[in-house]
C-alpha cells in the first residue's frame, strides 16, 4: 500500500513539474509565437467582426485564417475569440493582445517610417495630439521651434477631444497629446505631465445685448442660447461645474460644436454665448473682433499639459518636441 502512495506521489509530482515546465516553456518563447502577420490578423479580426471579413482584408482564405487562430490559441493556450453565429468577439485575453498589437503595428511602422527619412535625408516624422482650442500659443510656438532645429521634419496634427484622442495615443497612434489634462483616475496606462492651469471665457459677438454690460451673472447667461462644446468633453464638464455652484441648471444649447474656426464663425454672426480658452481667442479679442463677457471663471480652470503612454518608445522626433514643449511652457508661466 506504501509502495503505491509513494509511486502515486512521484507520479503526481512528475505531472506537476511537466505543467511548470510548460507554462515556463510558454512564458519563454511568448514572443516567438506570435509573428507580425498574428498581429496584423488579430487587428483585422477585432475592426472587422468576422473572419470572413478579416480574411479578405488580408487577402487570404478563410481557412488559412481560421488555421493560423487555432493554432495560435493551441499554442498561448488561451482563446483569444468567441466564435459567434454573427461573427467574433474578443475574450478578455484578446483584448489585452489586440492592444499590444496596435502599439508594436504602429511602432514598426513608425520604425520604417524613420528609416526611410533618414536614407532620404529627412528628419523623422511626428504625430500630435491636440486637445480642441487648447494651448493654441504653446503648441504654435513648439512646432516652430522644433521646424527650426529640425527642418525636415514631418509633422501631423490632429485635433480632437481627449475621449477620442487618448484611445489613439494607446494604440500608438498618435506619439504624445498637447492640451487639457484628464483625470488620472479616468484612463489606465497614460502619462500625464502638467505645465500650467487655463482659464474659459464667455464669448459673444459685439452687437449681442450682454457685450457692454458689467458683472453679467449666471441667471443674465441663462437668458440666451448657448454653442456648447461636446457632452463628452472636459469643456462642458468645467461649463457645468459653473453653473451647479450657483444651482442652476445648464443653459440651453442652439449647437454643439467640435470645431473651433467655425464655433467664431457662428458666434460673430448670431446671439449666441460661447465658452473658449483665453489663451485660443486673445488676438480675436485684443482686435475687438468679439467680446468677452464679465464673467470669472478661473475657478474652473484645467490644467494645460502632455499626455503620453505610460510604456513605450519616443522616437527621437518626440523627445525633442517634449522638450521644446517644456522650455516653452516655462517661457509663457515667467
Known amino acids: 500500500m506504501k509502495s503505491k502512495q509513494t509511486a502515486k506521489l512521484k507520479s503526481n509530482s512528475k505531472t506537476t513539474s511537466k505543467t511548470k515546465a510548460k507554462a515556463k516553456l510558454t512564458a519563454q518563447a511568448f514572443c516567438n509565437l506570435i509573428k507580425v502577420q498574428d498581429l496584423r ?28 487562430l487555432q493554432d495560435l490559441e493551441r499554442d498561448l ?50 504625430t500630435i495630439g491636440l486637445t480642441v482650442a487648447a494651448s493654441t500659443d504653446l503648441v ?28 489613439s495615443l494607446k494604440r500608438g497612434n498618435l506619439d504624445l497629446i498637447v492640451g487639457r489634462l484628464p483625470n488620472k483616475n479616468q484612463y489606465e496606462d497614460i502619462h500625464i505631465e502638467h505645465f500650467y492651469n487655463e482659464t474659459l471665457q464667455l464669448v459673444v459677438r459685439n452687437e449681442h445685448p450682454l457685450a457692454k454690460r458689467k458683472n453679467v451673472s449666471p441667471a443674465d447667461l441663462l437668458a440666451w442660447n448657448w454653442l456648447m462644446p461636446p457632452r463628452d468633453s472636459i469643456m462642458y464638464s468645467q ?6 455652484k450657483s444651482e442652476l441648471d445648464l443653459p440651453s444649447a442652439s449647437i454643439y460644436s467640435l470645431t473651433h474656426v467655425r464655433s467664431l464663425k457662428v458666434i460673430k ?66
Do not use: C, W
Not at 487587428?43 to 485564417?65: C, F
Not at 459567434?84 to 503595428?105: C, Q, W
Not at 499626455?307 to 509663457?332: H, Y
Open 140 to 167: 504654435s510656438r513648439s512646432v516652430i521651434e522644433l521646424l527650426a532645429q529640425r527642418k525636415n521634419v514631418q509633422i501631423n496634427l490632429v485635433e480632437d477631444y481627449n475621449i477620442r484622442l487618448i484611445p
Open 77 to 126: 493556450g488561451v482563446t483569444l475569440f468567441h466564435r459567434m453565429s454573427r461573427g467574433v468577439e474578443p475574450t478578455p485575453y484578446g483584448e489585452i493582445i489586440i492592444k499590444h498589437a496596435h502599439i508594436i503595428i504602429n511602432q514598426l511602422r513608425d520604425a520604417e517610417g524613420e528609416v526611410s527619412d533618414l536614407a532620404a535625408g529627412q528628419g523623422g516624422r511626428l
Open 239 to 244: 461649463i457645468e461645474r459653473f453653473f451647479r
Open 41 to 68: 490578423m488579430i487587428i483585422a479580426l477585432d475592426e472587422h467582426g468576422t473572419i470572413l471579413n478579416a480574411a479578405n482584408v488580408m487577402g487570404l482564405s478563410q481557412p488559412a485564417i481560421t488555421k493560423r
Open 269 to 334: 454672426s448670431n446671439d449666441l454665448i460661447a465658452a473658449f480658452p483665453g489663451e485660443s481667442i486673445s488676438d480675436e479679442a485684443r482686435d475687438n473682433r468679439i467680446t468677452i463677457l464679465d464673467v470669472d471663471l478661473s475657478e474652473e480652470a484645467t490644467n494645460i499639459g502632455i499626455i503620453t503612454r505610460q510604456s513605450g518608445f519616443a522616437s527621437p522626433a518626440a523627445t525633442l518636441f517634449m522638450d521644446i514643449v517644456r522650455a516653452e511652457s516655462k517661457k509663457m508661466g515667467s
